[in-house]
């Protein structure tokens, strides 16, 4: 075995392999490679411990297996439309759910009832360089990411989510392997929203058994007790605008979400723009193991992140997959106009009567 694939194997469930690629200078400005480098290893490293690496399973390349058919989206569907129900939910902010929710009229999204759904749902045109033959994809924007129409000027968040549970009748067992892809495009660095932070998010509901505060007798006493904990693993899209920052150029980074102590770290450096391919996968170890590449192409191994027990949480079930949309919600500035493009889910072992579409697309080499 060579040197290389030797420290590929020891550093599988933790080192950023995909950042050595990644970091070299382009539009959204330069950095130094070893230091880049050097930072995400050492956020892997730190929240990935020895014995997680003994234990832990191979990785699976997101798209492996076969695809569930009846839920996600292609966007091709010239009628597609999204029905809002306006003023959308805030319940994180004012308790306020503001039914009934937004919700798609092919069933396969709806709004959030803890944050709601971006200001903009719209199906457009495919951007430039999208997967060849698509010609629908969705934008998703917002400017009031809080209250509707009562700025906070703090950051806050939007949901759209996949109506992935309700439509099988029933959560994806993690030993069925479920991961899930999509495509991202992200527009000219001079059309993002001017603010460092997060900016958008793809991330997974996934459920374990875990001890939870719940409250108990008429008197509402609170006490820990083995329950169904449900947490959203993922990735962001980073923005260091250099107004903020006073360094020579902007900078963007993917940032995971998140180690065993629950901990967010960066990732890989994003250099371009245009297209990206983003995906999550589970194994029946309960891992989560993160992926991303430019370009539209399938990912491979070679689009491997990292993997993480997020929360030192091992993942039982899976719910469905949503994004996040962020802005300053200050009543003046507009998220970044983020469109995404056929979002998929995948089983590697399907049980259960799931339908899905052919044979296995894709195996680990």
Known sequence: MTRIN????????????????????????????LFGLSLACLSCLVSTSIADQANAQRPIVPGTGM??????????????????????????????????????????????????????????????????????ALLLRSKFTGIPGRASGTMHQDDFICNVQYRLKRRID????PSVTTRVFLPPVAEWENRSGPHFGFRLALETTAMIEQEVGIFRRKVEELGNEIYWPGMFIEFESKDQTKRADDYAYLRIRSNKNGGDFRGPQITTTGWWTLGLSCTPDGMVHYYASPGVDDLTEDDYITSQFPYSYQAE???????????????????????????????????????????????NR
């Open 174 to 177: 993690i030993s069925e392997v």
């Open 67 to 136: 695809e569930i058919i009846g839920v996600a989206d292609d966007f091709e569907d010239p009628t597609w439309q999204y029905i809002p129900n306006n003023p959308k939910s805030t319940e994180d902010i004012d308790d306020n759910q503001r039914g009934p929710m937004g919700k798609s009229t092919n069933g396969r999204w709806y709004e959030g009832v803890k944050r709601g759904h971006p200001d903009i749902v719209q199906r457009v045109p495919t951007p430039p360089g999208g997967i060849p033959g698509s010609k629908g």
């Open 317 to 363: 079930r899976m719910r469905t997959f949503f994004y996040n949309v962020c802005s300053a919600d200050d009543g003046q500035r507009w998220s970044t106009s983020f469109i995404v493009d056929d979002p998929k889910v995948y089983v590697l072992r399907p049980k259960g009567g799931l339908k899905t579409a052919g044979r296995t697309t894709r195996t």
């Open 6 to 33: 030797w420290l590929r194997s020891l550093f599988a469930t933790s080192t950023t392999w995909q950042t050595i690629r990644a970091f070299k200078s382009d539009s959204l400005g330069q950095r130094s490679a």
